[in-house]
Every structure is written in structure tokens, then in C-alpha cells.
């Protein structure tokens, strides 16, 4: 756990503030791209010429109010609106999306059919993860709040047979925080839940700086010790798995030291393990976890497994413009970002080095997912954008597909690539016997401008089921 002030770089100084518009690094500009040859490729050897159709099954759903299925990420790109599939122990399914009128929680069968009318959780803004349970679910979302930046607050909202039974605030004036944005993730153990969300700080020695905070909730909604306050700063993304005892693995991209960090039980102070140093300033990592890029997958025997948009690290050094000496410039290798996947020994160990799986000029990836497939397999799912145009660590381009492979736990392929048409908008439910199920917007996307505008929206959505 780190509750240290971080101190604040000379270029980042006073504010160091998160916001969806780029924040120079302190390289001039981006690296130029070398010239690659474009190709698929796993550097544990090629795919096999026989392979699963890995063809999704969906079903539609009608929604009952308007769903805003785009969202402006850092310098407006389009980004899929954060869904959340969960799964109950008794097999029966819930989806979160957001409308006008509240975060809204749809009940599903086993099979992705609608079984009830949506609960509307009033008040609520953002899907920040989802917890099914037999009984109802627990929701990660932001409430309203009264605060120096009049921002929300993070909060967990537990429905218990169609009637709310807590919503526990996890920031606030005590805590010199609040979220405006949670980028976040919510899981259970069984025992207790565990909430992890960007933050800003509203006083005290983090007042208008950007970090993390893993909070955690009993399943009576009542504060428990463990995490921490601060974390990550900025964090540009997370994940997080729930574990029976002890902390619960977590991992953040981190913007001021550059890359992707293990910050279990620890909240990634500079000795965290580093998974991949990326250039991570405000929007130049591939996508947030667990929002549109990646997910910790766990092994049987304990491994864990990760994906996400890379564009590598040609060079990576510490900041000397830093006084703190927490500061590293990195210098990407590609303007575009490929598909990596890295492997973690335990919950508290970093990869030898992360795998490469795309190397394609030209072609930016993104939307970068990753499930369990099977006893011994995973599915790496991604978007393309072809003829990419990229600045300020971000792209737009022409939408050449979604596509699904299956890869194994050494990173090799054993599949060939299949383009599918059901879309991936957030978290991915696993059914007891395997299944894979999660929500897609019926639209062709478009990556071709910036969103500059509002959302368009849906009253349909598909729920893709995959069975290994």
C-alpha cells in the first residue's frame, strides 16, 4: 500500500488532472514507425490448419429505454459504452448498461433470454462492474455528490429481490476524493466484494491529482481494511481478480511511471513489478482495463494471463526532468498499437517479457480482449482499424472487423482467425460449462472520425453466446 505523496513532475505541475483530451509527454512527439511487415504471428509458432468455427450464437433483447452505445474517450475516440455481463451461481445472467434514467440491470436465462423487467438503479451514472447473484447483484456505479469539483462519487448498490438493500459510498469529503470517471472493476469472493476505480483527489495531499483506490465491501455493504487510498497516478486502466484469501490481484496502466504494472496488495509503488512499459501518458495506452481493453484471466494451477494494445517500448528511461524520480519517458516502437498478451507466474509477479501476437503496419488494434476458452485455452478477441491515422497516441481508420483466436497458455495460437459480427461492448460472463456470453450493439462500428457530438443510441441489444 502506498498513501505517500507523489510528487508532482515539473511539466505536470500544479494540476496533473485527468482529462479525455491529450497531455503532451515529455518526448517531442511520437516516435517514428519502423517498417514492419504485416503479418499475424505468435511467437510460440503458427496457427494449426484445423480449428473451432468460433462462431458466436446471438439472441436480441429489446431494451426499454434509449442505450448511448458510444462514448468520447481521450481525444474523442470512439469508444463502446461499457456493458457488464455477469453470471449467478443458479446460471441465471444480468446485464448492465447505462440510459438517461439510471444504470439499468437486465435479468437473462442461462440461454441470453430476457426473464423479467430491468431494474433501474436511480441516480446512477456509469457501469463500473457487475456482481450476479441468485438473489438480485451488486453494482458498481457513481452517485451524486457534494464536492469542491462537483463530481460523483463511486459507489457499490446491492438490489436484493427487486429492492436496493445498500449503496455504500466508497469516496467522499472524509477522503478527500471523489470519481468523476471509474474506468473500474468490481468483483466477489464469495465473502466480500472488491472495488477498484480511479480517483481525484478533493483536498489533502492528493488535492487535484488523478490516482486509484481498492476499496473493500462486505456482503452486508459495510467498509472493510485492506487496500488502499491511492494508488496508481493516473491510472489509465484496471483489472482485478477476486481471490479466496489475501489480496486480490490487481493490475494498473500507470501514466507516470509508463506501462502496465502488478499492483496487488502493494498499489503499485515504483518497485511493482512491471508487466510492459508502454508510453501511457493521457490516451496513449491501447484502452482502459477492464472498460475496452484486456482482463486477468486465472489458470487452474495459478498462472494468470492478460492482453491489451501495445505499442511497445523502443526505449524506456527514467524521466531526468523528474525531481520525484518516479518519472520514465519511453519511447514506443509503433504508431499503431499490435495485440500482446503476458503470462504472471503468481498474484504478485510481473512476466519475463510480453508477447507480441500482431505485427501489422498500418493497422491499429483495438478493443483488445481476453477469456478463458476450455480447460487449456484463450480467447483473444480485437477490433481492427485498417490505413490508421494516428497522433497524439491515438488513431482513427476504416473498421476491418471484429475477430476471435484462440491462443494457448504459452501464447501460441490454435486457431486461424475467425471475423465475426457480434460485437464485444464490456465484461465477459463464463458459464458453468464454459459458455461465453456477453452483450453486442447490432451496428457496424465506425472509427473513421472523432465523436464530437452525442451518442447515438439503441433499444436493442444481442447477447453472443460462445461454447468452447
Request: aromatic fraction near 8%.
Amino acid at each position: 500500500m502506498t498513501s505517500a505523496r507523489h510528487s508532482t513532475p515539473a511539466s505536470a505541475a500544479p494540476g496533473h488532472r485527468r482529462s479525455h483530451s491529450a497531455r503532451k509527454p515529455l518526448v517531442a512527439g511520437l516516435a517514428a514507425t519502423a517498417a514492419l511487415v504485416g503479418a499475424w504471428y505468435a511467437t510460440a509458432g503458427a496457427a494449426p490448419s484445423t480449428a473451432p468455427s468460433l462462431t458466436p450464437t446471438t439472441t436480441a433483447v429489446s431494451l426499454p429505454a434509449k442505450f448511448p452505445y458510444l462514448s468520447a474517450g481521450y481525444n474523442n475516440t470512439r469508444e463502446w459504452t461499457r456493458t457488464a455481463t455477469a453470471v449467478a451461481p443458479n446460471g441465471t445472467l444480468r446485464v448492465a448498461w447505462p440510459a438517461a434514467d439510471g444504470v439499468h440491470v437486465t435479468p437473462l436465462t442461462a440461454a441470453g433470454k430476457r426473464s423479467g423487467t430491468d431494474t433501474v438503479v436511480k441516480g446512477t451514472k456509469e457501469v463500473g462492474g457487475l456482481v450476479a447473484h441468485n438473489d438480485g447483484f451488486a453494482l458498481l456505479t457513481r452517485v451524486a455528490d457534494t464536492n469542491k469539483w462537483k463530481e460523483t462519487a463511486a459507489a457499490i448498490v446491492r438490489y436484493t429481490n427487486g429492492r436496493q438493500t445498500f449503496r455504500t459510498k466508497l469516496t467522499g469529503t472524509a477522503t478527500n476524493d471523489t470519481s468523476p470517471t471509474l474506468d473500474g472493476q468490481l468483483t466477489w469472493n464469495g465473502a466480500k466484494y472488491g472495488a477498484y476505480f480511479v480517483v481525484h483527489g478533493a483536498g489533502g495531499f492528493a488535492d487535484g491529482h488523478f490516482g486509484d483506490k481498492l476499496s473493500y465491501v462486505s456482503a452486508k455493504g459495510a467498509k472493510l481494511s485492506g487496500g488502499w487510498s491511492w494508488g496508481c497516478s493516473h491510472n489509465e486502466g484496471i483489472a482485478l481478480h477476486p481471490e479466496k484469501t489475501g489480496a486480490f490481484t490487481s493490475l494498473c496502466f500507470d501514466d507516470w511511471r509508463s506501462g502496465l504494472f502488478v499492483s496487488t496488495g502493494i498499489g503499485a509503488p515504483d518497485n511493482a513489478p512491471v508487466v510492459q512499459r508502454e508510453q501511457c501518458w493521457a490516451g496513449y495506452c491501447g484502452g482502459t482495463f477492464a472498460g475496452r481493453t484486456g482482463d486477468l484471466v486465472k489458470s487452474s494451477t495459478g498462472r494468470y494471463a492478460t492482453a491489451f494494445a501495445s505499442r511497445g517500448a523502443a526505449s524506456a528511461k527514467k524521466n531526468p526532468a523528474d525531481s520525484s524520480g518516479r518519472g520514465w519517458t519511453v519511447t514506443p516502437k509503433t504508431s499503431t498499437h499490435q495485440v500482446a498478451v503476458a503470462f504472471l507466474k503468481n498474484r504478485n509477479s510481473g512476466p519475463g517479457k510480453a508477447i507480441r501476437l500482431s505485427d501489422t503496419k498500418g493497422t491499429e488494434h483495438v478493443n483488445v480482449r481476453l477469456a478463458p476458452y476450455g480447460k487449456d485455452r484463450l480467447l483473444l478477441s480485437w477490433e481492427s482499424l485498417k490505413n490508421a491515422k494516428c497522433k497524439d497516441g491515438t488513431c482513427t481508420g476504416t473498421f476491418a472487423g471484429t475477430s476471435l483466436r484462440l491462443i494457448d497458455w504459452n501464447g501460441e495460437f490454435k486457431s486461424a482467425t475467425k471475423v465475426v459480427g457480434a460485437r464485444i461492448t464490456g465484461d465477459i460472463a463464463v458459464q458453468q460449462d464454459g459458455t461465453l456470453t456477453w452483450a453486442s450493439v447490432p451496428v457496424k462500428p465506425s472509427y473513421a472520425t472523432p465523436l464530437t457530438g452525442a451518442s447515438p443510441t439503441t433499444t436493442t441489444l444481442r447477447i453472443a453466446r460462445l461454447k468452447p
